[in-house]
């Protein structure tokens, strides 16, 4: 087989392309448009559309760079952009990063839900939050602020961080698993105290010598 471009030949197709790319820096084509049958490259060969048949391609992809359409926010009228293959712009960026993480407004405005009012754990005041997140007991306090004072009111400033993670906003569950941590450590610091008063000659030796008090609770 000879080399389009050249003229050299080659003994096999795969050496022909070979040699086009390395020498010529243009690879062959290797797939047909089943739009227009003009045969071009991909270097997976997998496509079955060129550049300009393609139906996602170009002005046609709803992701193109220039495809974004211009539409106003419901929540506070500014004009943003957004790409029209995503969902349909509601609201501007603004609006959705400023959104109540714990009323979930912005939802419940789109899909017509009654909150329902709740009582802050920490502070006491009434609050409304979605129904959905009542099911399980979650939701408990008004803002993080009442969340991070009854976290530390109960466990602690130290543990605030760690805690805020696995809480679920008051799940009373932990607390018991901390309870029991605190006990296995108080028992293991008992007994190192007694294999130490063994270990130094003073455990049974003289009567004017006693065990200490550890057991006191």
Not at 40 to 48: G, I, M, Q, S, W
Not at 105 to 110: M, N, Q, R, S
Not at 188 to 204: D, E
Request: some cysteine; overall charge negative; hydrophobic content about 25%.
């Amino acid at each position: 087989m000879e080399c389009p471009t050249c003229g050299k030949s080659l003994t096999t197709e795969r050496g022909v392309k070979q040699h086009h790319t390395k020498v010529h820096d243009d690879p062959l084509p290797n797939r047909e448009c089943a739009g227009c049958g003009t045969e071009f490259y991909d270097p997976k060969a997998r496509l079955t559309y060129c550049d300009d048949c393609n139906p996602n391609a170009g002005e046609h992809n709803g992701n193109w760079k220039d495809a974004k359409e211009k539409t106003e926010c419901e929540r506070c009228g500014d004009e943003f952009e957004y790409y029209p293959s995503d969902k349909k712009g509601v609201y501007c960026p603004t609006c959705v990063e400023e959104a109540d993480e714990f009323l979930g407004t912005h939802y419940a405005e789109v899909h017509d839900i009654e909150p329902v009012s709740r009582e802050c754990k920490q502070c006491g005041e009434q609050f409304e939050v979605l129904p959905c997140f009542t099911r399980d007991g979650d939701r408990k306090f008004c803002d993080h602020d009442c969340l991070s004072s009854w976290l530390s009111d109960e466990w602690g400033a130290g543990l605030r961080c760690t805690m805020a993670t696995g809480a679920r906003f008051g799940d009373e569950r932990l607390s018991g698993t901390i309870t029991n941590v605190a006990s296995v450590v108080k028992t293991v610091t008992r007994w190192a105290v007694i294999l130490t008063f063994i270990t130094s000659g003073q455990f049974g030796i003289s009567t004017t010598h006693r065990m200490p008090t550890l057991w006191t609770t």
